[in-house]
């Protein structure tokens, strides 16, 4: 295994100022891996800033296709990666070396994808309105829009996807194809494989002509508040707690300018079982449902933690089956130790709940995570319980039963936002309860009908957000294309000369995107 430097990433350098060192564990045994990583000092958090600042006003205005070319070549880097990059995030995280193999995979799909993006263009939202003089009883001014770079972006790292939501995931790839400098901070989890990506994004960096700034990262605990109050910083990208994001939110919102936060947080993914379906296959069913509760150990942010079925003799076969299933899951290895302490303490909460009946799952010890079902009293869904509505990030759900579709649509009202509501059905009882699906769209991003929400599409159409906890901001996503308009603004321009507006806007469309000229689209020149 390759030894780490350790040092920060600044300006497209290596910086080591301060005197704490931190220690990256090996997921499985708890032993220190090799090498050491150099917490950043206040003043290293101020010059990554201060270089991401620098880098702006260069990188958002190099053309669409320079970026791209950058992303691509990220992309390139990251597939490069070979058996030691792999092994390392093994070691760091418990996961399998599928599981990472497929991950890098995702990982650098999502960079050629936004490329893609910067190449096709709407991403401008180029909109004009042409000149009305003789128009009465005012003329009206030439207005063009397009949309630019909020400015740098601060990227907290994800636990559970090493690769797919961190060092360069999603939200580094949806700002940086904004034409966003980054500063990313470290997850602490897996700081080695931190330094792997970062070393290919700065090649890739190299190798295309960024400016030196476009990409920093810095390593440490508390070193975050000082990335989130710098004047420099425009944006935070963050995936993690429901804790971490409320207390980044707070801090963005109390600086003397305010600034926007994505923080994907907490989300208890609701299954809605319907009789039908579970007579015609409900073993079938509750298997399924057993390999998407856990998966991954359970540290999927769309884990199903909630299933939800009308009373009936055949919800009552799925619930025997289902925790039959369940009690044969093994015990898998958590990402650190943190996650199995929290894991624990959940648990255990839990099982103290008066309104809640342990129904599957042996008790948790050792060093692993042992799978576990419970049942909770629907009242505590009606009157909003906090415990039954806040995330287990583990292999552990909870069956509700409902009497009625009178006791279903109150449960339903009962829910906070989440990032995923699943309805499981046959063809004519989903129509039946179309009601509930569309109900469901006032509380979720994403509806899924005869699938499970563990597993999500990188594409233009996916929506990975919800209204809160789940999502700090409802009207984006952290997964798919659209994540990049997270990072843009509009600006508009009135009565400038040609020669002056940006390609996206000049009268040749130099660019051959599409627009919005007079409320027609085209992507002629005018």
């Known amino acids: 295994m390759t030894t780490p430097l350790g040092h920060n990433y600044i300006g497209g350098r290596r910086s080591a100022n301060g005197t704490l060192q931190l220690q990256s564990l090996d997921a499985a045994s708890g032993e220190p891996l090799p090498g050491s990583f150099f917490q950043a000092t206040e003043a290293e958090v101020d010059a990554a800033a201060n270089a991401a600042a620098a880098a702006y006003p260069i990188y958002r205005n190099l053309s669409a296709e320079k970026r791209a070319l950058f992303l691509d070549a990220i992309a390139d880097e990251i597939d490069a990666l070979g058996d030691d990059f792999v092994a390392t995030v093994c070691r760091e995280t418990a996961l399998p070396a599928g599981r990472i193999q497929g991950e890098r995979g995702r990982t650098s799909g999502q960079m050629r994808l936004f490329a893609k993006v910067l190449r096709r263009g709407d991403f401008y939202g180029a909109r004009i309105d042409r000149a009305l003089p003789d128009r009465q009883p005012l003329p009206r001014p030439d207005l063009r829009q397009y949309r630019i770079a909020l400015g740098p972006v601060a990227v907290f790292g994800a636990s559970n996807f090493p690769l797919a939501f961190s060092t360069a995931g999603g939200d580094t790839a949806s700002a940086l194809a904004a034409g966003c400098p980054v500063v990313f901070k470290a997850h602490s989890g897996h700081m080695a494989t931190a330094e792997w990506v970062a070393d290919a994004i700065i090649r890739a960096a190299e190798r295309t002509d960024m400016p030196a700034g476009v990409f920093n990262m810095i390593y440490g605990g508390g070193v975050g508040e000082w990335l989130v109050k710098h004047p420099a910083i425009q944006a935070v990208g963050f ?139 629907v009242s505590l869904l009606l009157k909003g319980d906090e415990l039954l509505q806040e995330e287990v990030f583990g292999p552990t759900t909870i069956i509700v039963e409902v009497e009625d579709r009178a006791q279903l649509t109150a449960a339903l009202q009962g829910l906070r936002g989440q990032l995923t509501a699943t309805l499981i059905g046959e063809a004519d009882e989903l129509l039946e309860y179309r009601w509930l699906a569309e109900s469901l769209q006032e509380k979720v991003g994403r509806i899924l009908l005869n699938g499970y929400p563990t597993g999500v599409e990188v594409c233009d159409a996916m929506v990975h957000g919800g209204p809160y906890p789940a999502t700090s901001d409802s009207r984006g996503t952290s997964v798919g294309t659209l994540a990049i308009d997270r990072f843009l603004r509009p600006v508009c321009f009135q009565n400038y000369p040609d020669a002056m507006l940006p390609d996206a806007l000049q009268d040749a469309n130099p660019l051959g995107i599409r627009r919005l000229v007079d409320g027609e689209v085209s992507d002629l020149p005018l």
Do not use: W
């Open 239 to 377: 995936t993690g707690s429901l804790k971490g994001g409320n207390a980044l939110s707070h801090m963005a919102a109390t600086r003397p300018q305010p600034i926007p936060v994505f923080a994907e947080m907490s989300s208890i993914n609701p299954v809605f079982l319907l009789p039908e379906a579970l007579a015609v296959r409900g073993e079938h069913i509750a298997a399924q449902l057993a390999g998407s509760v856990t998966l991954g150990c359970g540290q999927f942010c769309t884990n199903p933690g909630l299933v939800i079925g009308l009373r009936s003799p055949q919800f009552s076969a799925f619930v025997e089956t289902f925790c039959a299933s369940m009690n044969q899951q093994p015990p898998q290895t958590m990402l650190n130790a943190g996650a199995l302490d929290s894991y624990s303490k959940g648990l255990g909460e839990l099982h103290e709940h008066p309104g809640l009946t342990h129904l599957a799952g042996k008790p948790q010890q050792g060093s692993q995570a042992q799978p576990q079902v419970f049942q909770a009293d």
